[in-house]
T-cell receptor
């Protein structure tokens, strides 16, 4: 199962786009990339996932590089309520296990 | 309302006592998971179950036990053999493999062993 690497923390101004990077250089062809976020002392919340193609939903966009070694989660207009720890996670399609790293603490500033 | 419930939110136990954490889901999901989270860390998988009456060890199963007698319930017992039981415990569920594979998480139980 692939290991993911993320910056420990990032700041973003309210109303601006937040771009959260993730490296997953050892990811294999059948491993999805998932993004979850966790507000303090709550359960993680699913955001988006992808395999090869870029994805967009009502919460965010996921841009995956062509070689699949990295991806970027984009929150188009960050609000104060988006302050949370964001986890980039690999998932093995064979076992469906999610492998969590330590995540990125995104602080949205007013 | 459909969802995953974990109770209680906070739990205190004396060292040496076994304690069982509850996880119930009414989403009709086939798979259920237990994770442990320590301060400043990501989640680590303890046990998971793909179907009723079947479960597998995760990455840190030592000192824990589970059962899956009903589809909607997946209780976790923290035994006295677990060396550092104080942690935030999260339960999750997921539809079967043939369906959309997002994992839904419960609100968590914070266990403190005194």
């Amino acid at each position: 199962d692939a290991k993911t690497t993320q910056p420990t923390s990032m700041d973003c101004a309210e109303g601006r786009a937040a771009n959260l990077p993730c490296n997953h250089s050892t990811i294999s062809g059948n491993e999805y990339v998932y993004w979850y976020r966790q507000i303090h002392s709550q359960g993680p919340q699913y955001i988006i996932h992808g395999l090869k193609n870029n994805e967009t939903n009502e919460m965010a966009s996921l841009i995956i590089t062509e070689d699949r070694k990295s991806s970027t989660l984009i929150l188009p207009h960050a609000t104060l309520r988006d302050t949370a720890v964001y986890y980039c996670i690999s998932r093995s399609r064979a076992t469906n296990k999610l492998i969590f790293g330590t995540g990125t603490l995104l602080a949205v500033q007013p | 309302d459909g969802g995953i419930t974990q109770s209680p939110k906070y739990l205190f136990r004396k060292e040496g006592q076994n304690v069982t954490l509850s996880c119930e889901q009414n989403l009709n999901h086939d798979a259920m998971y237990w994770y442990r989270q320590d301060p400043g860390q990501g989640l680590r998988l303890i046990y998971y179950s793909q179907i009723v009456n079947d479960f597998q060890k995760g990455d840190i199963a030592e000192g824990y036990s589970v059962s899956r007698e009903k589809k909607e319930s997946f209780p976790l017992t923290v035994t006295s053999a677990q060396k550092n039981p104080t942690a935030f415990y999260l339960c999750a569920s997921r539809p079967g493999l043939e369906k959309y594979n997002e994992q839904f998480f419960g609100p968590g139980t914070r266990l403190t062993v005194l």
